[in-house]
C-alpha cells in the first residue's frame, strides 16, 4: 500500500560529504524515472532522469541508480552543499501511460550542515 | 528561463466556497496538468490537459474539479464546493510533448487552506 504520514525520512549529511538518497518502486511496468528536488515554498524541480534500459546515469554532482530486479532507485549527490537542503522526491512514469502522469514517492528530506 | 506562474501564492477560504486557482504555462507549452500535495504527504496527479480538453484524470477529480484553459494564456483549477480535505498545495505543470520519457515543469504552486 502507500506510505503516508506527516513525517519525512531525513537523511542530514556534512557540508562536502556525499549523500545518498534511495526510492523504492512498486510497479513493474515504470518505464521512465525523475528525481524531483523541492525547496521549501517551491515548485518540484527537475533534476536528473533515467529510463529503464540503462542502470545508470551521471549529471552535473549528482548520479542516479537504478535497479530494475528490486525495483530501487538511488540518488547520489557529490560534494553536498548547503544549498542541496531540500525534499527530494523520485517520480516514476508507467509503460502505457499516453500523458505524463507521474507517481511520485514519499520524498526525503535533505539536511546539510555546514 | 521559462517559467510556469501560479496566483495566488495562498488563498484561504470557506468550507462551500467556490476557488479558482490559475496558472500561467510556459508559452509554446500544449501540455498542461494539476498536482496537490496535502501537507506532509506525496505529490498526486490530479488531472491532465491538451487540445482544449482533459485527456486523464484521477478518482480525486470528482465533479466537484473542473479545469479550462479560458484563453490563451492561462489553466485554471475550479473547486466548486470546497472542502476541509482539499487543503493542500496545488502545483501547475506544462510540458511541450506528450508521451513517456519526458518530464515538465512545475509552478511554485497555491496553497489552499479551507476553513
Known amino acids: 500500500g502507500e506510505s503516508v504520514g506527516l513525517h519525512l525520512p531525513t537523511l542530514s549529511v556534512q557540508e562536502g560529504d556525499n549523500s545518498i538518497i534511495n526510492c523504492a518502486y512498486s510497479n513493474s511496468a515504470s518505464d521512465y524515472f525523475i528525481w524531483y528536488k523541492q525547496e521549501s515554498g517551491k515548485g518540484p524541480q527537475f533534476i536528473i532522469d533515467i529510463r529503464s534500459n540503462m542502470d545508470k546515469r551521471q549529471g552535473q554532482r549528482v548520479t542516479v541508480l537504478l535497479n530494475k530486479t528490486v525495483k530501487h532507485l538511488s540518488l547520489q549527490i557529490a560534494a553536498t552543499q548547503p544549498g542541496d537542503s531540500a525534499v527530494y522526491f523520485c517520480a516514476e512514469n508507467r509503460n502505457g501511460d499516453n500523458f505524463n502522469k507521474f507517481y511520485f514517492g514519499s520524498g526525503t528530506k535533505l539536511n546539510v550542515k555546514p | 528561463e521559462p517559467e510556469v506562474t501560479q496566483t495566488p501564492s495562498h488563498q484561504v477560504t470557506q468550507m462551500g466556497q467556490e476557488v479558482i486557482l490559475r496558472c500561467v504555462p510556459i508559452s509554446n507549452h500544449l501540455y498542461f496538468y494539476w498536482y496537490r500535495q496535502i501537507l506532509g504527504q506525496k505529490v498526486e496527479f490530479l488531472v491532465s490537459f491538451y487540445n482544449n480538453e482533459i485527456s486523464e484524470k484521477s478518482e480525486i477529480f470528482d465533479d466537484q474539479f473542473s479545469v479550462e484553459r479560458p484563453d490563451g494564456s492561462n489553466f485554471t483549477l475550479k473547486i466548486r464546493s470546497t472542502k476541509l480535505e482539499d487543503s493542500a498545495m496545488y502545483f501547475c505543470?506544462?510540458?511541450?510533448?506528450?508521451?513517456?520519457?519526458?518530464?515538465?515543469?512545475f509552478g511554485s504552486g497555491t496553497r489552499l487552506t479551507v476553513v
Open positions: 505543470a506544462s510540458s511541450d510533448r506528450a508521451g513517456a520519457n519526458y518530464g515538465y515543469t
